[in-house]
């Protein structure tokens, strides 16, 4: 007998720092909202630069919010609403580092980054924030790199994004593509907001409007 196909309509985005809350999660609501096929609501919505609006996600009907909310910026940067009920969601996780990097938007240093997961209706969905890989960064992109490539080797269907701050394309040892290939995976899209994916089939793929941030999300369907 041949078992039953699943669908996870699936959306990733960077919310960009800096803005107000309550505009965000007007945002938010319409993608989860429409940002299926057709226009049908989505099953899960990964989310990075999230650290500044994590009360009022949480706060999305129909939704539960995954995340460190009472930590520190650097645990609740990043963090995954679930359709509730509806979807199973279990084994949430975070994957935190400790390298800290220059800003080259203003003065100060960034916040170690650090990665949740969850299990989400049988695929493990990893939400992925590097930083940029420039020479300044390069203790943290290394550690960034090796911490999902354990994350991400383990066995499994997994999904990881959505900003990796490099494109598919650069090559080198810490780049998305070496990653892939650790993973044995593969990567979809062509932007630095891209996915990198192993054990289920991803259709549809596509980039929406930026709305009020300056990434777009990235939506697709899961298929395995």
Not at 124 to 134: C, F, G, I, Q, Y
Not at 181 to 196: E, F, N, Q, S
Request: aromatic share 8%; charged share 20%.
């Amino acid at each position: 007998m041949t078992r039953p196909t699943r669908d996870l309509h699936a959306g990733w985005w960077n919310l960009d720092n800096g803005r107000r809350p309550l505009a965000v999660a007007g945002e938010v609501r319409a993608l989860l909202a429409t940002g299926g096929p057709n226009g049908t609501a989505l099953d899960v919505l990964a989310v990075v630069e999230a650290a500044g609006y994590a009360e009022e996600l949480a706060r999305l009907q129909g939704y539960v919010y995954l995340c460190r909310r009472g930590a520190g910026p650097s645990e609740r940067d990043a963090g995954l609403l679930v359709r509730y009920p509806g979807v199973p969601v279990s084994g949430f996780r975070l994957t935190r580092t400790r390298a800290r990097w220059p800003r080259t938007k203003g003065p100060g240093m960034h916040w170690p980054r650090s990665f949740p997961r969850a299990n989400v209706a049988g695929v493990r969905l990893v939400v992925a924030h590097m930083p940029r890989n420039l020479p300044a960064n390069a203790a943290a992109t290394l550690e960034c790199w090796a911490r999902l490539a354990l994350v991400l080797a383990r066995p499994g269907r997994v999904v990881a994004g959505p900003d990796w701050n490099q494109r598919p394309a650069a090559r080198g040892p810490i780049t998305p593509r070496t990653l892939a290939k650790v993973a044995r995976a593969k990567v979809y899209g062509l932007r630095i907001d891209h996915l990198i994916g192993r054990g289920v089939q991803v259709e549809g793929f596509r980039y929406g409007p930026p709305r009020g941030s300056d990434h777009p999300p990235v939506l697709a369907t899961l298929r395995w």
